[in-house]
């Protein structure tokens, strides 16, 4: 008798992505095991270090991260293509992988991206991880465009934010699909919230103990609604909103062709666009909507 395979799909979402984490680790309590991972920007970067068995590691550093930390990793670039050039942070998670092809991957692993050239999407799903990964991440305008065999790749997002489509391309007869931006209409007047104003908040979310994350999830979105609506906003905040209208209306359209046998919607409104910071409330995110989806789940963990 064939063995069903699962696959998982990681979508796009910035600093949410790390409520990956949460969900992969949920999914492994449940005896669920994942047989093809698909990723799309942080579903790529997170999908690769649980595709290689470095998932742990990878949690074990972002639960470490400070707000300063964050500010640290943002190396700012003169140069023309994007406002950062990524070396501090690829090169860490290259070091965190410890492969460089994505044949050596313990699971079967691909990664979206757009080839800015054609508008096209394009399926990385051999060569070099590190090269999918950072081309799969490369929101337009943030980070720098990858070049590869004579075209400029950029962020897979605006083609695919969701990669159901990969996952089953890859073989996969069950899809779990993880997205995160479901919920980006309940910040909309607050999405890049790494000011000043808010160091000591978050420097003290990051401390508390993810229990107490529904109190201050409750205080961040009355803090919102308080806004003036009339406050021009900033360059970051235009950018992430207009990206993720996009990516919404494309991701809804291809579910409605395409949709998964089951959707995980981790709930984190809270955690803004560079929000790395904010890792233990997002993985514990992760793990609340898979426990939400238990049933639906069920059937995956009798198959096991």
């Known amino acids: 008798m064939r063995k069903v395979k699962i696959g998982l799909a990681l979508g796009a979402g910035a600093a949410k992505g790390w409520a990956h984490i949460g969900v992969i680790n949920a999914l492994k309590e449940q005896g669920i095991e994942i047989d093809i991972v698909a990723g799309c920007s942080v579903g790529a970067l997170v999908g690769a270090t649980f595709a290689t068995h470095r998932l742990d590691a990878m949690e074990t550093w972002v639960r470490s991260f400070s707000y300063w930390d964050v500010i640290k990793l943002m190396d700012l670039s003169w140069q023309r293509g ?33 080839n800015l050239s054609t508008g096209r999407e394009l399926w990385m799903t051999k060569g070099n991880i590190h090269q999918a990964i950072r081309a799969s ?14 075209y400029w790749l950029v962020d897979g997002a605006l083609v695919n934010p969701l990669p159901i489509s990969l996952t089953r ?11 995160l931006q479901h919920d980006t ?3 909309k007047n607050e999405l890049f919230s790494m000011h000043s104003d808010n160091l000591e908040t978050d420097n003290m979310a990051h401390n508390d103990e993810a229990g107490n994350w529904r109190e201050r999830l409750r205080e961040r979105i009355n803090k919102v609604t308080q806004k ?12 992430s909103a207009s990206l ?8 809804r359209t291809r579910m409605a062709n395409d949709p998964p046998d089951v959707l995980i919607q981790p709930y984190c409104p809270q955690i803004s666009t560079l929000d790395f910071h904010r890792a233990s409330e997002a993985i514990e995110a992760g793990k609340l909507a898979v426990e939400k989806q238990i049933e639906m789940l069920a059937p995956l963990i009798k198959n096991k």
């Open 82 to 114: 994007g406002l950062l050039r990524g070396e501090r942070v690829f090169s860490t998670v290259g070091k965190l992988l410890k492969i460089d092809d994505i044949a050596d991957c313990s699971l079967k692993f691909g990664a979206v991206t757009t």
């Open 137 to 150: 991440c490369s929101m337009p305008g943030l980070l720098s465009p990858v070049w590869l065999d004579g």
């Open 169 to 179: 391309a890859m073989g996969a007869d069950i899809v779990i699909a993880v997205d």
């Open 185 to 187: 209409h309940l910040r």
């Open 228 to 239: 003036k609506v009339n406050v021009t906003p900033t360059v970051m905040e235009i950018m």
């Open 244 to 251: 993720q209208m996009l990516e919404n209306r494309v991701k």
